[in-house]
């Protein structure tokens, strides 16, 4: 069956970074997107970024365009999340999830996605 399985979150002090990955199985990863999503207290899931098997992003928030970059390794089925200067309204669960086929969606919806991992916090503290 697809999973998703996503780990690196942590705490980490403003200005500092974290790196995120997330191992997919379970379906033919070069054949799909996957998207990073995250999640806020008493905030909707909102898209980050999405990437093509070619390696190609597609940045569904402005706020992280110049501090996230995210890759993916397609011999090993993975995708990373590489997050610098991270700010405290960065902090939410992280989310990757898999899209519906090898296209990034253009507004970053969670309906353009169906497998989702299990999430990851991210808290940006002093």
């Known amino acids: 069956q697809v999973q998703l399985v996503e780990s690196g979150g942590g705490l980490v002090q403003p200005g500092g970074s974290l790196r995120l990955s997330c191992a997919a199985s379970?379906?033919?990863?070069?054949?799909?997107?996957v998207g990073w999503f995250r999640q806020a207290p008493g905030k909707e899931r909102e898209g980050v970024v999405c990437?093509?098997?070619?390696?190609?992003?597609?940045y569904y928030t402005d706020a992280v365009k110049d501090r996230f970059t995210m890759s993916r390794d397609n011999a090993k089925n993975t995708v990373a999340l590489q997050m610098d200067g991270l700010k405290p309204e960065d902090t939410a669960v992280y989310y990757c999830?898999?899209?519906?086929?090898?296209?990034?969606?253009?507004?970053?919806?969670?309906?353009?996605?169906?497998?989702w991992g299990q999430g990851t916090q991210v808290t940006v503290s002093s």
């Open positions: 999830a898999r899209g519906r086929g090898p296209y990034c969606g253009s507004s970053g919806s969670v309906a353009d996605y169906t497998y």
């Open positions: 379970g379906f033919t990863f070069g054949g799909y997107v």
């Open positions: 990437i093509r098997m070619g390696g190609r992003v597609t």
